[in-house]
């Protein structure tokens, strides 16, 4: 984990590896909640009977937006910011889901500091590469470019 005292410390950090997160369980549950959050109930994401016959892999898989939901939550586990007021969440510069995540994989999250830039408002713009990487697979479930604000 890379921890820093204040936004414009992550300055000093550029092409930084940040670490991994804990793996956190993608289970049927957590899949089934996203669903009805977001009203995707697609079958391949939540009919468990149907996708023992007819997925590749006989199981659901995790929607490709859960998969990016979990960058606010695995984050925190790479990069802390000790005297920050506040961060939001930006936006991302490209995603790709590059492998599908079946229920019950386990998954964490990979961080790199691209690029920092201050903003007004005693600020910083990070550009963080992220690669959400699941237990056992080459390939990761999601590449990004996640872009977020952390102000003094």
Known sequence: MLSVETPQDLKNHVGADCGVSDWVTVDQEMIDKFADATGDHQWIH???ERARKEMPNGQT??????????VPLLSAQTLTVEKRSRGLN???NKVRFTNMV????????HQKI????????NG????????????????????AEFISLSFA
């Open 90 to 92: 930006y936006g991302s």
């Open 102 to 109: 079946p229920a019950g994989s386990r998954v964490r999250l």
């Open 61 to 70: 898989i995790a929607h490709g937006f859960l998969t990016l939901s979990l």
């Open 124 to 143: 910083v713009q990070v550009i963080s590469e992220m690669s959400m990487e699941i237990e056992g697979q080459e390939r990761p479930a999601m590449v």
């Open 114 to 121: 691209k690029e920092v830039n201050d903003v007004s408002g």
């Open 46 to 48: 939540v009919d468990v």
